[in-house]
């Protein structure tokens, strides 16, 4: 009797509390989470269509909830008659993360109600040299992440952290690779490739580098960004964060 107390009284304080989850890592995890199970029915951007026959999920709003605790009951205990199956077996944590990700595909954050501009945000993308590194609607590097649909990706808190913690937290992909030669010699750039017996790195000047591991004196991974750290004002940082959050694809 008592441990039946205790799953209901769980039960129960999750569909009544508000998401404890709702941080930038949660959205990452939610999403992560997402494509992983839930793409065959609602598609990787999560529209559903023809092939996957789950509902569009970004328009905002769910037939079955209305609430985040409702959203949460839906995932956790499924659709009785439909494809939808409940996911008890997952922790409440990645549920909650899951509901965190799923009202981001249809929060739209109004840029004119942030404290930067856009216009002017622009132009400090520009002097800064932003684009030396970063992509934006197919014109600039790509020693960086694209950042064409960034405003979609990230929140305004997250550009603000990415601009000024810019190793914070780096994805893989963007590590640097440092290979010191048999001569003396080191190259670094991204890492492009790797097997057994050879590794491909482009460089700071986006050239394709090609190395026999054999030949090597060591590969040595580098874990924080190559972001420079630019002192910014404070309205510098609030018209890139206006900037970037208005960069939305075709929206832009």
């Not at 499924?78 to 899951?98: A, C, D, H, N, P």
């Not at 790509?142 to 990706?153: A, K, W, Y």
């Not at 750039?189 to 057994?196: A, S, V």
Request: glycine share 12%; charged share 30%.
């Amino acid at each position: 009797m008592l441990l039946l107390l205790v799953v209901l009284t769980t039960s129960v304080a999750a569909e009544e509390l508000e998401n404890p989850y709702t941080g930038g890592i949660d959205v990452r995890m939610g999403q992560r989470f997402f494509l992983s199970k839930c793409t065959s029915c609602h598609g990787v951007d999560a529209k559903g269509g023809v092939e996957a026959d789950g509902p569009d999920l970004t328009t905002g709003s769910f037939r079955h909830a209305t609430t985040d605790a409702g959203l949460f009951r839906v995932i956790r205990d499924g659709i009785e008659g439909t494809s939808m199956r409940g996911l008890r077996r997952e922790k409440e944590q990645v549920i909650w993360q899951l509901v965190t990700y799923l009202r981001t595909l249809s929060d739209r954050v109004d840029v004119d109600s942030l404290p930067g501009s856009p216009k002017v945000g622009r132009q400090v993308f520009g002097r800064l040299d932003c684009g030396r590194c970063h992509m934006v609607d197919g014109r600039g590097g790509r020693l960086g992440p694209d950042l064409s649909r960034v405003g979609e990706r990230r929140g305004p808190n997250e550009l603000a952290e990415d601009l000024t913690e810019p190793s914070a937290e780096v994805a893989p992909r963007w590590w640097t690779v440092r290979v010191n030669r048999a001569d003396g010699t080191v190259v670094e750039g991204l890492r492009m490739g790797e097997d057994t017996f050879n590794l491909r790195i482009m460089d700071g000047e986006e050239r394709l580098r090609s190395f026999a591991k054999a030949g090597l004196r060591s590969v040595e991974r580098i874990l924080e960004s190559t972001m420079p750290a630019e002192p910014l004002s404070d309205d510098e940082r609030d018209d890139l964060v206006a900037y970037l959050a208005s960069l939305r694809g075709s929206e832009s």
